[in-house]
């Protein structure tokens, strides 16, 4: 059964009354993503959270085992979160605990459909959701961000620094955008366009080698939209000039990249990383395209071991014995 967005969000309760398992009228809503094969896993919460004035959809997916830390979730442009479903499933089978929240404007969060003003907003939403849950959330924590996803964590990062307080163990980055393919049209068309136009037609392209994902993205999700806001090129434009003359910052990052990639410049964007983070650690898998998380089971499967080594390599060097 379809479920009508503007209905469901309705449902929401805040964040912080959530029951442990959805209301009923989730149903439709957790079916149609795969979100109910979870229950057996994970107790569920779901409700609305403030992100700098905007009321955003948090989850949070806590395991039936003693939880081995906290992976914190932020989805792409035009995405959301139930559409991580894969991952978040992978990582309740290694026993952490996952939250994420829809970004403004995206999947049951409140704001104009995929708008931004400045990238700087989706930092500050993102560092006042975390504070916000800091006492709920196992330690370590790892930051997991696909594509714009990453950037967020990026731009976060560059505004705010290292919070001190907050035992972060990693960055992940998967498939990061700083610039996107096609990076000279789209500066060249938008200096034009943004007299014009408030917004321009969204091309779905194959970023994922599994063909029933990419149809159920383009026919099957009530979540989508055809349109992107001239605003949030702008925006990205600026957050690309701001990036990519940033000073370097020091903390350990690992970006996942798939080698067929057509949506980010890859190429020059692992150039850009590898100055901007000093200890940047890069896994490639080859053929794999923008839809790690979403790829078909091979590629997929090869972002799970990639993911799992990055992280424990947090856990073997806390846990190893000291040498006398």
């Known amino acids: 059964m379809p479920f009508d967005p503007i209905i469901l969000h309705n449902y929401l309760p805040t964040f912080q009354n959530a029951p442990e398992q959805p209301a009923e009228a989730f149903s439709p809503y957790l079916k149609l993503y795969g979100l109910e094969r979870l229950e057996n896993l994970a107790s569920h919460r779901i409700g609305l959270i403030n992100g700098y004035g905007t009321p955003l959809c948090c989850q949070c997916f806590t395991p039936s085992r003693p939880s081995r830390g906290t992976v914190v979730l932020i989805h792409g442009y035009m995405e959301h979160l139930a559409l991580q479903q894969p991952l978040i499933q992978y990582l309740l089978t290694e026993g952490y605990t996952v939250i994420g929240?829809?970004?403004?404007?995206?999947?049951?969060?409140?704001?104009?459909?995929?708008?931004?003003?400045?990238?700087?907003?989706?930092?500050?939403?993102?560092?006042?959701v975390v504070q916000s849950l800091h006492d709920q959330l196992p330690s370590p924590w790892f930051f997991v961000g696909h594509s714009t996803g990453a950037a967020v964590l990026m731009v976060h990062q560059q505004q705010f620094g290292e919070v001190s307080h907050w035992p972060l163990a990693r960055r992940i980055f998967l498939a990061p955008l700083v610039r996107p393919q096609q990076y000279g049209p789209i500066r060249f068309k938008y200096r034009w366009l943004k007299y014009l136009l408030n917004n321009v037609a969204r091309y779905y392209?194959?970023?994922?080698?599994?063909?029933?994902?990419?149809?159920?993205?383009?026919?099957?999700?009530?979540?989508?939209?055809?349109?992107?806001?001239?605003?949030?090129?702008?925006?990205?434009?600026?957050?690309?000039?701001?990036?990519e003359s940033s000073a370097p910052m020091h903390c350990p990052v690992t970006v996942i990249q798939g080698?067929?990639?057509?949506?980010?410049?890859?190429?020059?964007?692992?150039?850009?990383?590898?100055?901007?983070?000093?200890?940047?650690?890069?896994?490639?898998?080859?053929?794999a395209r923008h839809q790690l998380i979403n790829e078909s089971s091979p590629y997929q499967k090869r972002l799970f071991r990639l993911l799992q080594h990055s992280m424990q390599q947090h856990h073997q060097h806390t846990t190893m014995p000291a040498v006398n």
């Open 101 to 128: 929240y829809d970004l403004p404007g995206h999947g049951l969060s409140e704001g104009q459909r995929f708008w931004i003003d400045s990238f700087t907003r989706y930092g500050c939403q993102f560092g006042e």
């Open 259 to 287: 080698l067929s990639d057509g949506t980010v410049d890859w190429v020059k964007n692992l150039s850009t990383l590898n100055e901007l983070y000093p200890q940047l650690q890069i896994e490639l898998i080859e053929d």
């Open 205 to 243: 392209s194959a970023n994922s080698h599994d063909k029933q994902y990419l149809e159920f993205v383009r026919e099957k999700d009530p979540l989508q939209h055809d349109r992107i806001p001239l605003d949030w090129i702008g925006a990205m434009l600026s957050w690309i000039r701001r990036i």
